[in-house]
């Protein structure tokens, strides 16, 4: 099947989850997680509707994206890996927002290169969802420190959280559990972040991707971050 297949049937998938959860579908961005992926997926998918997307590395999205947003207007690109501070120039140069601000140290790298920027840089703070491997603030107080510095900041625009949940079996009734407990912590964590600090949006829930964006869905998304269902397996 092409990309515009998978993307379709993406969709259909999210039109379900919609209709189980009760929700409105224009509430929910979809994003086309293109790492690993060549030029040529990136234009079958702009081709097929999309409009953003999502990589890992500062690096091979430079090259990629390279005069891709200059011919396609409306296109727009998060990073959503995690970023070393020695490249946060670099990487406000190419992206929109930085879904993967998950220390207090690179929020602040982040705010001495916007300086340069003429328009603020949509930020999300990522929160750890309780693996040793993975980035992101490991609990809620840390986070809340971290929504602290971000507002604080200056050229840096709070947007939301953004969250991994931990890999789940298919059909495991533990590991849906564990899947579901993730994205509902970072639901929670949203509306504790409303409460302290209400004069952010925090609109962003990126959560889900391609093994559990149904799920996400159903407990609240308003990002989700799909690769592999939409491109076909990675390309490394």
Known sequence: MNIAGRIAQVE?????????AGRRREDIRLMGVSKFQPREAL????????????????????????????????????????????????????????????????????????????????????????????SGYRDEDSLFRGAERLLAAGGLLPLGLMTMAPPAEPGSPAGESAVRGAFRAL????????????????????????????????????LLRIGTAIFGERRP
């Open 12 to 20: 259909e998938r999210i039109e379900r989850a919609c209709d189980r």
């Open 187 to 222: 639901v929670h964590a949203q509306g504790e972040l409303l409460k302290r600090f209400p004069e952010a949006r925090w609109s962003y829930l990126s959560m889900g991707m391609s093994g559990d964006f149904e799920i996400a869905v159903e407990e609240g998304s308003t």
């Open 43 to 134: 234009e079958a998918a702009w081709d097929a509707g999309l409009r953003l997307f999502g990589e890992s590395r500062v690096q091979e999205a430079s090259v990629k994206f390279e005069g891709f947003r200059e011919t396609r207007p409306g296109a727009e690109l998060h990073l959503i890996g995690s970023l070393q501070r020695n490249k946060a120039r670099a990487a406000l140069r190419l992206f929109d927002v930085i879904q993967s601000a998950d220390r207090d140290e690179l929020i602040a790298e982040l705010e001495k290169q916007a300086a340069s920027r003429t328009s603020p840089l949509g930020v999300l703070l990522e929160l750890n969802a309780g693996e040793e491997t993975k």
